[in-house]
């Protein structure tokens, strides 16, 4: 069943629908292939191309007695065809329909992906150029720590991005093979040269080595690139969750006319999207951990992935196709309350400024330590209420030695901060 926030696009890759008229478009291109090599007769071949058709129904219904979906496909198939069935799947195993049916799902499902990333990249960067000069506090172990922009946040998630549309075309490369190799991969019952032929009408590659199975290290590093994927989307999630804190207050996902945040609470505007995001996530990366499991199977291959698999691999992209279309809509609609950012920034009277004090006082000739203790005291009263930071350094007499109130005053300049911004924000040009 496809969960009810698939969206209609995505959703239908991952039909039974599909599935079965990938595996009949494989089952036509073997039957083609081996009447153009005199393997069949090609009356065979046009009857399976031509009457060959299926019902879901009628698979399932056969499956409950086979308990084996593709001979429960293939009896049904073989239903319209007649005399000329006997060649359907000539010289076939499953997993050669399978595991081909498989590639071209995930290439569809590749499509529908990469378009919303180059969406979500695309306003990654506006918002990068729009917000590049909008001033914040930077924070590191969620402390206050110097100035930054959101529009370099901005900046930093475009670039990450462009690197997970770099990862899925090395992804989609690798999986974007078919198997057409017989039961052990040894061609015994078939022949590359059918393999070659169908994977060309396909739009496959040949893969240059199988067992009864694709490798699954291809499959894993696809996986293993959804989840890096989702972990980007929570991150930006995650800093807006942060940002939407009460007690910072600096940025909020959107909240509709109508939405209520809490059943007890009225006030609430809770960042529900954001921790959605967050959540799924976590479910990418577990899906991951099943891939690389798949990978060592029993010498030509067992059964023991593809169970998984019916799960993993929807779902990995159901969710990453989900999580995309949230994060768009949170970003283009994201709220920003500059004035808090303003306020936040100065807390405790500019306590980010004191690398800047310190480095200035080590020209003026002070030593590092005794410098540095005398920033860090004034720095830890103003934390504690005693005076700001800037007022605590002006009553140290130390540092009115060696700076003026003038020359103090301009290491709180903002501006000093921001000097390569533009350049940093620059290089989204190349991507």
Known sequence: ??????????????????????????????????????????????????????????????????????????????????????????????????????????????????????????????????????????????IHAEPTTLGLKFCIYAFEMSRNLERLKQARENIGYGKISGAVGTYANTSPEVEEKVCKILGLKPSPASTQILQRDRHAQLISVLAICGATLEKIALEIRNLQRTDVNEAEEPFSKGQKGSSAMPHKKNPIICERICGLARVLRANSITALENIALWHERDISHSSAERIIVPDSFILLDYMLEKLIFVISGLIVIESNMKRNLMKYGGIIFSQRVLLELIKKGMRREDAYALIQGAALKAWNDEGDFKENLLKEKKILALLSKKELEELFDVKYHLRYVDKIIGRLESI
């Open 1 to 142: 069943m496809i969960p009810r926030y698939t969206t209609k696009e995505m959703g239908a890759v991952w039909t039974e629908e599909n599935k079965f008229r990938k595996w009949l478009d494989i089952e036509k291109a073997v039957a083609l292939a081996q009447a153009n090599l005199g393997i069949i007769p090609k009356k065979a071949a046009d009857d399976i191309i031509k009457k060959s058709k299926f019902e879901i129904s009628k698979i399932n219904e056969i499956e409950e007695k086979t308990n084996h979906d593709v001979i429960a496909f293939l009896t049904n198939v073989s239903s319209y065809i007649g005399e000329s069935s006997r060649y359907l799947h000539y010289g076939l195993t499953s997993s050669d329909i399978g595991d081909s049916s498989l590639s071209l799902q995930i290439l569809e499902a590749i499509e529908i992906i990469e378009k919303k990333m180059k969406r979500l990249l695309d306003i990654l960067k506006s918002q990068s150029k729009k917000y590049s000069r909008t001033v914040m506090v930077g924070r590191t172990h969620g």
